[in-house]
């Protein structure tokens, strides 16, 4: 299928579309309707029919969507059809926490090595993981074909660390670090702050009238 050029928003919201239709393949759901969609999801027919529009429809009106094609459309769409190799750089609270997280192995992001700069982390382990010293980080990256690195450090650093990683033929960088990475087109960057999530959250409470 030919892809058009995508809207960030449309894309944003794929993540969303390909979880529900998880949990509906996982239960069994053969064929879903638009409306029965949007009822489960708390978005409208209309809007799940222009976001799938951009992908050629992915089926029948009327007769609704297969959930298992659809599914798959969508995990490819997201590139999740293949696995990726990650990297997390930092084994602090944050860098621990993810690593441990074991749904990202579900989706095919597969965890391979752990980095820190503080020697008595050196060796500790997280899920089987090894923690390395950062000098190993570059030659690890480049000779397991890793493409995706998580950056769990403080801002102060990923800057730097970022700019080692351009050099290991990494495409992409997770980065929870508060600051913007400058990197070469041709590596992504998405950039987590869950603080922004909170923010809104807390924008969300005090319009709703209720306030802290
Ligand atoms: P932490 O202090 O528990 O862990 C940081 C780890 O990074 C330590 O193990 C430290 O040795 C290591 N480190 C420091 N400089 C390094 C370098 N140059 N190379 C390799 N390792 C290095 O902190 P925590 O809670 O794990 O948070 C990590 C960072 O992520 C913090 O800067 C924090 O601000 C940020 N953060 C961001 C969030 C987000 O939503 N974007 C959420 C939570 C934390």
Redesign the pocket.
């Known amino acids: 299928m030919e892809e058009k050029e995508i809207s960030q928003a449309v894309i944003g919201r794929l993540p969303r579309y390909f979880r529900y239709l998880g949990e509906l393949k996982d239960s069994g759901v053969e064929r879903i309707s638009s409306q029965d969609l949007s009822e489960l999801m708390k978005v409208t027919a209309s809007q799940i029919r222009q976001d799938f529009n951009n992908f050629g429809g992915f089926g029948q009106q009327g007769y609704g969507y297969n959930v298992e094609y659809l599914y798959t459309e969508i995990g490819r769409i997201l590139g999740l059809d293949r696995e990726h190799s990650f990297v997390i750089?930092?084994?602090?609270?944050?860098?621990?926490?993810l690593g441990n997280y074991l749904n990202f192995e579900r989706r095919g992001f597969i965890f391979r090595g752990m980095?820190?700069?503080?020697p008595e982390?050196y060796g500790k382990e997280v899920r089987g993981i090894r923690v390395m010293p950062?000098e190993e980080?570059e030659q690890f990256v480049r000779e397991n074909c890793i493409d995706i690195a998580v950056?769990?450090?403080?801002?102060?650093?990923?800057v730097?660390?970022a700019e080692k990683l351009v050099h290991t033929g990494i495409r992409a960088i997770w980065?929870?670090?508060?600051v913007d990475l400058n990197v070469p087109e041709g590596i992504q960057v998405e950039?987590?702050?869950?603080?922004?999530?909170l923010m809104k959250l807390s924008y969300k409470s005090a319009h709703a009238g209720s306030g802290f």
């Open positions: 750089i930092g084994a602090g609270n944050l860098g621990r926490a980095f820190d700069a503080n982390l950062m980080m950056l769990a450090i403080p801002k102060n650093d990923a730097a660390v980065n929870f670090a508060h950039n987590v702050h869950l603080s922004d999530s």
